[in-house]
């Protein structure tokens, strides 16, 4: 992804020449140069313009040229210099390497694994199959199909099953990702024997257009020449116009509704190895009543969910005796009572909970007061915890909702007299489906349920989505994903993960809790629905200071997962640049510095980094900070104990012009002069590493504006000694300054 359009690539500066060796007193290299107008100094633009270019060598008389090699084309004789053959290969392969650098990236799939994975087929998507599959061959009909399907349908998960079973074996099967603004023919990958699958989901950046079906009924054909598929899964939102239909080469069929609910719940259990939960869940009515009708994805999650109730049970089951009995509310829950609340979406019950307002409890209404119905909502997070954490959690949603005593009329009472007033936390508790211990802890042993609750909350009361959020955000402990209040808002996030919701949360938390922030957004952009939302936010914070420590921290993680899709790391570098690029606070930029020193001790991101260096001295504008943070992290590596620019620099990075920038920049020079100190120190015990160093740091040393940043370093390096015992400053000193000019400027203690 690029932050800015392609652009010529232009150098910002002309890198130092310093041909002289470094013992001449008064050649070209020196610094007295600077002080002498008119003797032609290396680093003036003219210097050297003079100079005749060689001439060619003549030909010798005697020498016979060959003769031309000959290619036939319609008869027609032409004469070619040179292998036709190997230029058209050269020119060719020059093209595919050119646009493959635009190319949708993709991550390849084990067909294996695809096919080992559960799978439920009903009879309408088996109708489907068929229309796509040709029963002849047991090939697709066509080199692309595009699936039209509900939200949440599964379809994802349908194509890449039929690729993965009806293709050939020796196919390479990817899932691509569309990183793009508008769906693009030419951003799509055309290699031989290749099944691509790729999601349209994205209500903005994935809108289909009859121009792109018609641009991709060409990319068909070429698909078709290479034996390769392109399977298009499209959100039905999306799939508006009267014009979007069959082209050739494609076919377009619908998918209109999701596998039955059981079967999918049953091959995931199954698939995971809960045989005896299928078992027990068919002999449970209420429960497998619960499951019709759901989408596939809930169908998942709700696996998912009863495999999570099978293990409270087996753990409660195995507790001890006296924690069972010595808690109130009778005895633990069975297994059939466990599976029933996991699977029910209690929206019944929420709606006599929240019914009618209630100002006092009592036992023949259902209906909780607005104390009650802000305890059962820090139940629904917390779920376990002593008394005292719940009792405040409620308070704190009570407050941040703003209730007022006087609004319920209860303007007579203090706080603490009218908290006294009304019934204790313990029978609280007990009303609203807790149990409290002999040790005052609160047990309130229902995920499936305390999940239900914030979801109807959320759903039925649009005024308490943001008070909520903040409460959420405040009641955090850490950033930690298993934090009760982290994973309630990751789950809001995945489930409610919209434009306005995204901004909205950011809005809320980067103030008080960036951390938080960053960690719900995590488990946002792994989410294969909401992912590129969460990215596509993530782009504009990453451009303002309040947001820039939740984007940093959550790209610097995303880098150092070696376990993430190929375009995760893609993405969080772009946006850890975008940070760099769009702002100028020293606390933000260090904030960026500090993640580039830690990425650049993992190998893969190292060469990530490189690419941003290379990008800065290609000249391009987006790419400026982030390649000289870059430079100074690659600093930092080491690579057998010696500095890795060192000793086996990357080809594609210029160190000594690097070098000669940052130091001759009022903004990096210091901190280029601590590292190259450091550099210094660790290679002066070595007499071989030590001249290679400084041979290569003297030429970026000379030149324009390196008078002061020379001077500083030379006194960075006062009490660093070589293994001959001379002064590593004197060294460097005796190098740079023309012994006519060290009586003016002196190597001192107190320059700066």
Known sequence: MA????????????????DAGENASNG???WLQRWRPGTGAADRPDAGLGTPLPSPAPPSPNAVPPAPRMHETNGAATNVYGGADVVANVVEQIILE???RDLLEGVEQDRAQLLDQPFARSTHWK???DQVIDPATGRPHRAVIIIVAPRACGSTTFALRLLAEHTDDHTTMVKLDADWQTPSKGRLPLEKAHAYQLDLKHPENDQVSADFLNALSEHATHLRDCRSHLVLTVSQDLWKDHRLSDRDGIQVVRLREAPDAQEVVEAHLYAHGYGQLVTSLRSFPKATASLRGLTAVAAVRAAKTAAMAWKEHLNASSAPPFVQTGSEGGPPATLEERIIAALTDWRDELDSRFGEMNSLHTHDNPSLTVEDRC?????AVQQSAPMPVVARSAAALLEAIGDIPESRGAAKFAPSLSAL??????????DVGGRVDTQDTVLFDRPAYGRAVLEYVWDNYDVMRRPLLTWLAATAQSADPEDHAVAALAELTVRHGTVDYLTTLGELVVGSQPKVLGAVMESAVHNEHIGRLAWAALYGWAEQKSYAPAVVALCRRILEDSSAATSLP???????????HKNT????????QAAFDALAQHASVAQRLVGEVQGWQQGKASSARSGTLAFLALMTVRRDGTPWLVCTPPTTIDVQRAVHDLLSSSDTAAEVISRLTDWIRSCAGDPGAYTQLREQLLPALRGHNMFEAGMKLMNELRGISTAEGVSVADDFYNHLVDSRLRTVFPLDENVV
């Open 375 to 379: 305890l059962l909502l820090a139940l």
């Open 3 to 18: 932050d800015v359009p392609f652009e010529p690539t232009r150098s910002d500066s002309t890198p130092p020449t310093g």
């Open 28 to 30: 070209a290299g020196s």
């Open 127 to 129: 109708a489907v199959w």
């Open 570 to 580: 893609k993405r969080a570098m772009v946006r850890l640049r975008r940070v760099a």
């Open 421 to 430: 007033a009304g019934r204790g936390m313990r029978r609280r508790v007990q």
């Open 98 to 100: 050119t646009r493959k």
């Open 585 to 592: 606070d020293t606390t933000v930029v260090s904030q960026v």
